[in-house]
């Protein structure tokens, strides 16, 4: 009997939920970065094999919020709750448990649904800890399962594959087999930019970034996409930075995004990259929705 159902992955940022995704799926769909709070929106990816298929949600990571694009995470955190089979909490905690992953634990301990616990990242811990952390958040009874795996390496994914199945009931094929992801290309194709520019930046202009494709035409006759795109920072320092001595960091930035976008597209690309100021974007709501952070 086929199997199907909705798994939602939570926890803190940079625990590796979207490096997760990335090694299940076999594709660069979750943007990753050692920033936190890459990951902005709700990100639906389909793993399907021959036995099943598994819907992810990879949401933001849990935090406080501290302006209005911080409460727009939180509460895509909630919705993802709400719609799943199996929820999915990874940490990469190895000391203690410490409090950010306590407020997520009290957040879904009463959900109606299997839990599993990932302890992540377990290619740079000894194997002693990982059992010592196992024993310690067993203590809450709250997951069905506990599992120590390393996204990065593909170690335990696969088991963790079969606890996922184990729990699904038998159910549809949602999505055609070679399905990968639900997010409209445009939004991949920004995600990139903007991991690119987050790579180059390095601490210099903290979050305060967004990127807005402004044209994306494919030229007729042509295996050529024509890309128009803007990177949004808040100030006019910010800007200089970006752009960089020379126009070399903004000259950086738009060839490494360009190969991944040909990549993904598997079609050459000619992308013209621009650095705009707006002020206090993350505050406001028209230019969220423009940005797709609405959806
Ligand atoms: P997210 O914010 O939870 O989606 O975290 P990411 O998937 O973006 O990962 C955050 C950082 O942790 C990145 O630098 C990853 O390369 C790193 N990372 C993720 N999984 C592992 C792992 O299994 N081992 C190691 N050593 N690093 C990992
Ligand atoms: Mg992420
Ligand atoms: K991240």
């Known amino acids: 009997m086929f199997k199907s ?3 939602t992955i939570i926890g803190r940022p940079n625990v590796g939920k979207s490096t997760l ?3 299940m799926i076999g594709e660069k769909i ?3 970065s050692d920033k936190p709070q890459t990951t902005r929106n709700k990100i639906r990816t389909v793993y399907t094999d021959e036995e099943a298929q598994i819907v992810f949600l990879d949401t933001p990571g849990i935090h406080k919020p501290k302006n209005q694009l911080g409460e727009f995470m939180n509460t895509e955190v909630d919705a993802a709750l709400e719609e799943m089979d199996v929820l999915i909490m990874i940490t990469d905690e190895f000391n203690k448990i410490g409090p950010g ?3 997520i634990i009290e957040k879904i301990k009463n959900v109606n649904s299997k839990k599993i616990l990932i302890i992540n990242k377990v290619d740079m811990f000894d194997q002693a800890g990982a059992i010592r952390m196992a024993q310690e958040f067993g203590k809450y009874n709250v997951f069905d399962d506990i599992i120590p795996i390393s996204a990065l390496k593909n170690l335990g994914v696969d088991s963790l594959v079969n606890i996922i199945k184990k729990y699904l009931k038998p159910g549809p094929m949602y999505f055609p087999g070679d399905f990968i992801t639900d997010r409209p290309e445009r939004f991949v194709v920004a995600e990139i930019i903007r991991e690119k520019a987050l790579m180059y930046l390095q601490d ?3 979050h305060g970034i967004a990127v807005e494709i402004e044209e994306m035409k494919e030229r007729k006759n042509r295996n050529l996409v024509d890309i128009r795109a803007s990177i949004l920072c808040e100030k006019k320092s910010h800007k200089s930075i970006i752009i960089g001595k020379e126009g070399r960091k903004i000259k950086g930035i738009g060839k490494s995004a360009r190969e991944d976008i040909e990549k993904l597209l598997g079609s050459q ?4 990259l621009f650095v705009k100021i707006s002020e206090n974007w993350r505050d406001n709501n028209y230019l969220l929705k423009s940005l797709g952070y609405d959806q």
């Open 5 to 7: 159902g909705f798994v």
């Open 21 to 23: 995704m990335n090694t």
């Open 30 to 32: 979750s943007i990753m």
């Open 101 to 103: 992953d306590e407020f």
């Open 204 to 206: 210099e202009v903290p």
């Open 269 to 272: 690309v000619n992308l013209q």
